[in-house]
């Protein structure tokens, strides 16, 4: 039986932080991103975890990081154990395949959403206003219908709880108009170059978001790149617009929550052990979706 590892513990490492995926770790100049198989929904981690996540979305982060590098640059220095410092030698059967050491950068507080396709928040945005953070649509648009063209639509990292969306303007007023149309335009080619990409392996990306890091001036990709944790991915076999398509992320985990009548203030419910399964094998199946070796 596969090992589900929620919890992620090395005594004597120093903790850098813990998301709701991942564990952080400071080496001084260097991070150590370790990824659990906890999962969240609705901002909640959920008491039950999903058997190989944590190695799925570490595998397609460095698919991508090596990638998209004539892009834009990234943190990602290595995910073999064997070549990280001697100090994390004695935890490598847990590290082995969900972790990476990457540089350490300082975070810009904006998460660069790309959105390709309209779903998500930005449908229920779009039904009521006839926008998307601000940006004039045209009518008529069904539910995962293709955009005009891709919209950048950033956002306020929040300490906890749901990110902000904000305008462009904001975004500007925040960062400054120089780096923040950089992070645009990086965020924008990033997207068109993985759109295509993965149009050749039968998908479409609907929406995906970056973090980035400064060292300097330098701009870096951090944190995850293109995963189905931060990515919207769907069939192209099985995509119609004027419906929800499936896709290869937690969301029929979503949806089984709010057919529970789960007030999304308490404990979440436990999971049924088939849709956990089910959901799992949404992960790994952008593996081989992806055409990654495992």
């Known amino acids: 039986m596969t090992e589900i590892v ?6 004597g490492i120093p903790l850098f932080k813990t998301g709701k995926v991942r564990s952080v770790y400071d080496l001084g100049s260097e991070l150590l991103l370790v990824s659990s198989d906890r999962v969240s929904a609705f901002d909640y981690i959920l008491p039950q975890g999903l058997a190989q996540k944590g190695k799925v979305l570490n595998k397609i ?3 991508w990081f090596k990638k998209t590098r004539h892009i834009c640059q990234n943190h ?28 350490k950068t300082e975070l810009i507080e904006i998460e660069c959403v790309v959105r390709g396709y309209l779903a998500g ?3 229920k945005e779009y039904v009521s206003t006839q926008r998307v953070c601000g940006k004039k649509l045209p009518s008529g648009l069904a539910l995962a219908e293709a955009l005009p063209e891709p ?3 950033p956002a306020r990292k929040a300490r906890s709880g749901h990110d902000e969306n904000i305008s462009f303007e904001e975004m500007e007023n925040q960062i400054g108009v120089s780096l923040a149309n950089r992070l645009k335009n990086l965020s924008l080619a990033l997207y068109g170059f993985a759109s295509n990409e993965v149009k050749k392996c039968g998908l479409l990306l609907a929406d995906t978001k970056f973090e980035f890091g400064l060292i300097g001036q330098e701009i870096f990709l951090i944190d995850e790149a293109l995963t189905p944790d931060s990515s919207r991915y769907w069939d192209i076999e099985t995509y119609k617009p004027g419906t929800s398509p499936p896709g290869f992320d937690k969301q029929l985990i979503r949806d089984y929550l709010e057919s529970t009548g789960w007030d999304k203030q308490s404990t ?3 999971l049924p052990e088939s849709l956990l399964k089910e959901a799992s094998l949404k992960y790994i199946q ?3 979706k992806l055409e990654i070796n495992v």
């Open 151 to 153: 919209l950048f639509t």
């Open 121 to 123: 928040s930005a449908y």
């Open 6 to 11: 929620k919890e992620i513990h090395l005594p």
């Open 76 to 103: 990602f220095i290595s995910s073999q154990v064997e070549s990280f410092p001697g100090s994390l030698q004695a935890f490598h059967s847990l590290l082995k395949d969900r972790s990476m050491l990457v540089k």
């Open 286 to 288: 952008m593996l081989s």
């Open 268 to 270: 979440p419910p436990l």
């Open 61 to 63: 982060s460095e698919f």
